[in-house]
């Protein structure tokens, strides 16, 4: 069987197998880290449904090598590892962009780049290059070749309009997800603001911040406005559904924005857990 690159099929079929090679890679990451690592389920894919689309992308980029390579080993398995290693960096470094915070960080692995990919990854990528070329695609064009034009269109539709419906409510929890961020990263310029001259205060870290404000209130009420005591009681207990979500999803994001303020939900989340594990004994 003649295998041709992605960008010869029809786009609906290609679309078919992004979105073929995006569940593939949201099971894979629910085994390893969900069944292996965390011992639990953990929706691993940024979207609400079962998808993980950078290993889409990475699927069509390895479809999009030149067909040379596809009887081939040795040469597919190192393009399809700079290939998708290439990818993985830039959607790392898009999305830190558009959203200020890097939701995968290799930086515990001996060999990474900026955190953003790392070497074991990259092996692990070119060996499925190897799979997908040599052991999966055959069977997506035969797949594609049963079900017929009719059918093939059909399901692209309707994965699309799921798909669009999906993008709409994950766009609306990055908002709500940032407007947290902002607002503890303002609320923590404010207490600098006010008390960054006293020796008393602690900035080390917002959570930090909070807590010595509210130790010195005790001591002199009339120098801590209480107004600003009640807003610290309110931001220690802040909750974010979405911010919850991100952190559950991906435990290693970090921010260079909001650094602070990521580390003190976190810190908040981990607290509420251990509070109600021990509710639970």
């Not at 590892?81 to 558009?98: A, P």
């Not at 006293?198 to 209130?217: D, P």
Request: aromatic share 14%; proline share 3%.
């Amino acid at each position: 069987m003649e295998l041709l690159p992605i960008f010869e099929l029809p786009f609906k079929s290609a679309f078919l197998i992004f979105i073929l090679f995006a569940f593939i890679g949201w099971v894979s990451e629910e085994i390893y880290v969900g069944v292996i690592i965390e011992h639990r389920f953990i929706n691993r894919g940024f979207l609400h449904g079962p998808l993980c689309p950078v290993y889409g992308f990475g699927g069509v980029v390895i479809l999009m090598l030149p067909p040379q390579l596809y009887n081939t080993w040795i040469p597919l398995f190192f393009a399809s590892m700079i290939l998708c290693t290439i990818v993985e960096y830039f959607v790392s470094w898009l999305m830190e962009v558009m959203f200020h915070a890097r939701w995968w960080d290799y930086s515990h692995f001996k060999i990474n780049l900026n955190g953003r990919v790392c070497l074991l990854n990259s092996v692990l990528f070119g060996f499925l290059g190897l799979g997908v070329i040599h052991f999966v695609y055959p069977y997506i064009i035969q797949l594609l070749n049963w079900m017929g034009d009719f059918m093939i269109t059909v399901t692209a539709e309707s994965i699309a309009v799921i798909l669009i419906v999906d993008l709409f409510f994950t766009v609306r929890k990055l908002v709500d997800f940032a407007r947290t961020m902002e607002k503890l990263k303002n609320f923590g310029e404010s207490l600098r603001c006010h008390y960054g001259h006293e020796e008393w205060f602690r900035g080390e870290s917002l959570a930090e911040m909070m807590a010595s404000v509210k130790e010195h209130a005790q001591i002199d009420r009339e120098k801590v406005n209480q107004n600003i005591v009640a807003k610290i009681e309110k931001m220690q207990t802040l909750k974010s559904v979405a911010a919850e979500s991100f952190i559950n999803h991906f435990p290693t994001m970090k921010s260079v924005v909001y650094k602070e303020e990521l580390a003190h939900l976190k810190f908040s989340m981990l607290k509420l857990k251990i509070k109600n594990k021990i509710k639970k004994q």
